[in-house]
């Protein structure tokens, strides 16, 4: 999933149990983050005609907002090519 274009198609579709969460504040407490929310469900368009949409730092925010942490793990896709050559294991 790009960090970008994250909807709540995209959401339930590759991370289901985060979407069920943003599921859960939105029902309690969907004024407080009005924007995120209409934009999260694509309600409005972007300039092109796109609905718009939101990033997965915003998912974050809202998440650390309500109280969960959020813990990312980085793992290598060998099916991928890396863009910038092998990285080093730190």
């Given amino acids: 999933m790009n960090a970008k274009g994250i909807t709540k198609t ?9 979407a069920k969460i943003l599921d859960e504040i939105y029902l309690k407490d969907k004024s407080k983050n009005y924007w ?6 694509g309600r409005y ?20 907002e309500y109280g969960f942490d959020v813990a990312i793990t980085a793992t290598k896709n060998p099916k991928k090519k890396l863009l910038w050559g ?3 294991n730190i």
Avoid at 36 to 41: K, L, M, P, Q, T
Wanted: proline content about 5%; hydrophobic content about 35%; overall charge positive.
């Fill in 45 to 64: 368009m972007d300039k092109e005609g796109k609905p718009r949409t939101v990033s997965m730092g915003a998912v974050i925010d809202i998440l650390s």
């Fill in 10 to 18: 995209k959401l339930t579709k590759t991370y289901p149990q985060i």
């Fill in 86 to 88: 092998k990285l080093e």
């Fill in 36 to 41: 995120f929310f209409v934009n999260y469900s």
